[in-house]
C-alpha cells in the first residue's frame, strides 16, 4: 500500500480516470452494454478541463497504474459558511481491495478539507453496499436518516416540460 499515490487528477489524467470509471460500471452493471471506452475518456477530459465541480482523487499503484477513483465536489455555503466535501463514488479495482486504500482514498480526502477549511465529507452509499457501510462505520462516519431522491432522464424531460 505505501508504494500506491493518492493525488487529485490532472487533465493528463483523463484515460486513467475513464478505466476506472469504466471498471466501476463493469462492476455495479455487469449485464448492461457500456458506451465506448472513447466516451468515457472524453467525459474525463472534458470534466477534469471545465473544471465544473466534479474532481477526480486518483489512487495509483506503483508503475502508474490507476486501480481506484472517488468523483467528489466541493460544496459550499454548508454549516458556518465552511462547506462540504460530496463522495459522489468512491470505487476500487478487484485487484485494490483490501490493501487499506479506501481508507487511504478517505484519509486524502480529510487532509484536504482540514487544509482547505472545509467542515466536513458527506457520501451516501446503497443500503446493500455492506462492504462500504462497514469501512465507513470503521472510519467514524455519523449514519445519518435522510431520504434521498433521484431524478432520471425521463423525470428530468416531465419536469422540464420537454
Not at 486513467?16 to 474525463?44: F, K, N, Q, T
Amino acid at each position: 500500500m505505501r508504494d500506491h499515490v493518492i493525488r487529485f487528477a490532472a487533465e493528463a489524467d483523463s484515460s486513467s480516470v475513464a478505466d476506472v470509471i469504466e471498471a466501476m460500471d463493469r462492476h455495479y452493471r455487469p449485464d448492461a452494454e457500456l458506451r465506448p471506452w472513447a466516451e468515457y475518456r472524453a467525459m474525463a477530459a472534458a470534466t477534469i478541463s471545465a473544471r465544473e465541480g466534479t474532481r477526480f482523487v486518483l489512487c495509483l499503484a506503483p508503475g502508474g497504474a490507476a486501480v481506484g477513483i472517488a468523483c467528489v465536489a466541493v460544496l459550499r455555503p454548508g454549516r458556518d459558511l465552511r462547506g462540504l466535501v460530496y463522495v459522489k463514488d468512491l470505487f476500487l479495482k478487484e485487484e485494490a481491495r483490501g490493501l487499506g486504500l479506501g481508507t487511504e482514498i478517505m484519509r486524502f480526502l480529510a487532509r484536504f478539507c482540514l487544509d482547505e477549511g472545509i467542515g466536513r465529507i458527506d457520501l451516501g452509499t446503497d443500503r446493500s453496499n455492506d462492504g462500504a457501510q462497514r469501512l465507513y462505520d470503521a472510519l467514524g462516519g455519523s449514519r445519518q436518516d435522510k431520504v434521498s431522491f433521484t431524478f432520471p432522464a425521463d423525470t428530468l424531460r416531465k419536469l422540464a416540460g420537454a
